[in-house]
């Protein structure tokens, strides 16, 4: 089984910046890719930003050029770094494991919410 806990949500203001970190442990066999997901009310979830084993990146349209994903392998744990905060950003903001290996599954956290004042 493996474990993802989030941190760094919370209330700010339009215009402000949030960084959000998951650490990922367990039984975890392959690097796979980690990212960020996010479910605004009565909304479907999100991609917000992955990065794979590789360090390729994906980011949604409405993040890019205020978001910045990144990882440190060796510690599996994810960052997301949230510039310019909009009110439309808030949501609750999930962690994602994606392992390769013996198969591929998707592992969640539990989600920390992220609220974003005008």
């Known amino acids: 089984q493996v474990q993802l806990v989030e941190s760094g949500g919370g209330l700010v203001q339009a215009g402000g910046s949030l960084r959000l970190s998951c650490a990922a442990s367990g039984s975890i066999f392959s690097v796979g890719s980690m990212g960020w997901y996010r479910q605004g009310p009565e909304k479907q979830r999100d991609l917000v930003a992955t990065?794979?084993?590789?360090?390729?990146?994906k980011y949604a349209d409405s993040v890019k050029g205020r978001f910045t994903i990144s990882r440190d392998i060796a510690k599996m744990t994810v960052h997301l770094q949230m510039n310019r905060l909009k009110p439309e950003d808030t949501a609750v903001y999930y962690c994602?494991?994606?392992?390769?290996?013996?198969?591929?599954?998707?592992?969640w956290g539990q989600g920390t919410q992220v609220t974003v004042s005008t």
């Open positions: 994602s494991y994606t392992r390769t290996w013996p198969s591929n599954y998707d592992y």
């Open positions: 990065m794979s084993s590789s360090g390729n990146t």
